[in-house]
């Protein structure tokens, strides 16, 4: 019992840390609805300044001092970032801001780099808090209890502040109703900005209390960003006493795991995660009302209509272009190619399902690695034929999404999103962890097509083939009947079940079409490349694609094509560079801010304009 109790103990110490950094993430999203994902980067940065700091003060006050500091310059960044970065495009699609705070999580690393170094750096001890105390016979160390002490202290601070004060007022009367708050006559935009702040404070305080248990290091960032959501789905978006359960569930899981599970430890609380999901939709402690838009705002946009002449004219061109290419291009550009269709295509299976349907999947890259996998497994380990393999890989994926889908498709908003990456991590840990099938993070090697598909310029037509081919596809059930139910259960749900459409059906026969798609991507992927990794799988791929969707435009067709092209070639020229991320995440940032609409999407928009202009002259 002794034991069990002091191993309770350090998860309720390693909870604190977790706490203030999901609190703060709870506080954003619920006022400003910003899926912030640089909220990690800000908790590196908590870290790093801290621990700076902590160097220069000396002492006990120098110690918590340095911490107080700490809190105070992380806040004045996040406010900088919320005023430059996200204050300019808040009228546009809200989970389109997540592809803004990517920005900004390349832009910190690299500047983290720049300042501190590649090396990790080893937090202090807490002066007068070296050491241990024994409960029960057990260590448990001092600094460890000191922290599970003062965590109280700051929920009842942050309970004072939202329900006490009339700052508090303003904050909760905004996550009801922020339109509301606005006509009242309250600024908006300093509300919003003293919400990012705190919030940005409270991840640079708890990357600096963890110091004497850690230090700080540049994989930081992404290391806690993925507990951070976990916690703050569990909890309910919004809701701090949720934020603070769900971090003491999680962590304490976690602790108990690492002791009588180890293999669990990857995955538990993406299973906690699923699990209270699946039971309650909102979390613990959610409410319906905060659980996120279904990826559309403001009007519906008009009908969607196959291109005209003039489109098909160009479709035609460019496709007879890319026939033409290995006539006058030489092998590099062909592989190139070959890697640009391959993410259109999987960029245009989730944007399939984020456009017309309006699902945001965080998990995507489960099936485009998914179908990966399955044509490589067959190669490797039956010796199957590629022809056979390749096409087992979208029939897998398929069933894949269907399994998947059943459990998510009754959610909607950031929980929907949420709980499809809680499936893709159980995928990818399988893969990681499944060692004699998988091969491990050592991949499947050696998975070649067939002969006949050896050379570069065949396989360049083959991927023309399928990638292209499947591309058409999505858009031609778009334009099907089909397509116009997905779009009315997207827009107006209850008249579309009135009119006899079964959404939640229509929904998921879609996911299931996307996940198809995505693993057709994958079998092409496997076979240009020869081996598959675990890294395919990873939260990482499903991001690269759901930030090229929003890049290219959400609510245009061509959306996901043109940002994976975009992509992909300012990848292909950045990354030649020392500073590549953060160049890349000033160009993301760039392009946000200047196309809220999206790359298409803004170009459509002020070609109408300009035609418009001309009409208005003409008369």
Not at 62 to 78: D, E, Q, S, Y
Not at 445 to 463: A, D, M
Not at 520 to 530: D, E, N, R, T
Not at 588 to 614: C, D, M, Q, Y
Request: hydrophobic share 55%; proline share 4%; with cysteine.
């Amino acid at each position: 019992m002794a034991f069990f109790f002091a191993q309770f103990l350090t998860g309720l110490a390693n909870a604190s840390s977790l706490f203030l950094v999901a609190s703060g993430l709870s506080l954003i999203f619920g006022v400003t609805r910003i899926v912030n994902f640089a909220h990690g980067s800000l908790y590196m940065l908590g870290a790093f300044i801290g621990v700076t700091l902590m160097n220069v003060l000396p002492g006990t006050v120098g110690f918590w001092a340095a911490i107080l500091l700490t809190g105070l310059a992380v806040g004045a960044i996040g406010a900088f970032v919320e005023m430059v970065v996200l204050r300019p495009i808040y009228r546009a699609p809200e989970l389109f801001q997540l592809v803004a705070t990517f920005g900004v999580i390349l832009v910190i690393q690299d500047l983290a780099l720049m300042i501190w170094g590649a090396e990790d750096r080893m937090g202090p001890r807490a002066p007068g808090l070296r050491g241990v105390w024994r409960i029960f016979g057990e260590p448990v160390p001092k600094y460890d209890l000191v922290i599970i002490a003062i965590t109280p202290f700051i929920l009842f601070a942050l309970w004072y502040l939202i329900t006490k004060t009339r700052v508090g007022v303003l904050v909760r009367a905004a996550t009801q109703d922020r339109e509301m708050v606005g006509a009242l006559g309250v600024n908006q935009a300093w509300l919003f900005t003293g919400v990012f702040a705190l919030g940005s404070a409270l991840a640079g305080w708890g990357g600096a209390l963890q110091l004497p248990k850690g230090g700080a290091d540049l994989l930081m960032d992404f290391n806690i960003i993925g507990a951070v959501f976990v916690v703050v789905v569990i909890g309910g978006m919004g809701s701090l006493p949720g934020a603070f359960i769900a971090a003491v569930l999680i962590s304490v899981l976690n602790v108990f795991g690492v002791t009588y599970l180890p293999q669990s430890t990857l995955v538990l609380m993406f299973v906690v995660m699923a699990v209270v999901l699946i039971i309650r939709p909102y979390g613990l402690l959610g409410r319906e009302e905060v659980a996120g838009e279904h990826g559309q705002v403001g009007a519906p946009e008009t009908p969607i209509r196959p291109y005209g002449p003039l489109g098909q004219a160009m479709v035609a061109g460019l496709l007879l272009l890319l026939v033409v290419l290995p006539f006058f291009a030489d092998r590099f550009m062909l592989i190139l190619l070959i890697d640009m269709v391959v993410f259109a295509l999987f960029a245009a299976s989730l944007h399939f399902i984020l456009g017309t349907g309006g699902l945001v999947s965080f998990g995507h890259a489960a099936f485009f690695g998914g179908g990966a996998y399955a044509a490589a497994l067959l190669v490797y380990h039956l010796e199957t034929p590629m022809e056979i393999a390749f096409l087992f890989a979208p029939f897998a994926a398929g069933l894949l999404a269907l399994g998947i889908g059943w459990f998510c498709i009754r959610l909607s908003g950031v929980y929907f999103a949420m709980l499809t990456l809680a499936f893709s991590q159980l995928v990818w840990s399988m893969a990681y962890q499944w060692r004699d099938l998988t091969g491990g993070d050592d991949g499947l090697v050696n998975i070649w097509p067939s002969s006949w598909l050896g050379e570069t310029t065949p396989f360049y037509y083959f991927t023309l083939a399928f990638g292209i081919g499947g591309i058409l596809v999505l858009r031609h059930i778009i334009h099907s009947p089909f397509g116009y139910a997905l779009r009315a259960g997207r827009d107006s749900p209850r008249q579309a079940e009135a009119m006899g459409i079964n959404v939640k059906r229509v929904q998921h026969a879609a996911f299931a079409m996307a996940g198809v798609m995505a693993g057709l991507a994958g079998g092409i992927f496997v076979f240009s490349k020869g081996s598959v990794f675990p890294t395919e799988l990873e939260i990482g791929a499903s991001f690269d694609a759901l930030i090229v969707v929003f890049l290219g435009g959400v609510k245009t067709l061509a959306g996901g094509v043109v940002g994976a092209g975009f992509m992909t070639v300012v990848e292909d020229w950045l990354t030649r560079l020392e500073y590549w991320r953060l160049l890349l995440g000033l160009v993301i940032i760039a392009v946000v801010i200047i196309a809220p609409e999206g790359i298409v999407g803004t170009l459509r928009s002020r070609w109408a304009k300009f035609r418009g202009h001309n009409e208005e002259t003409v008369k």
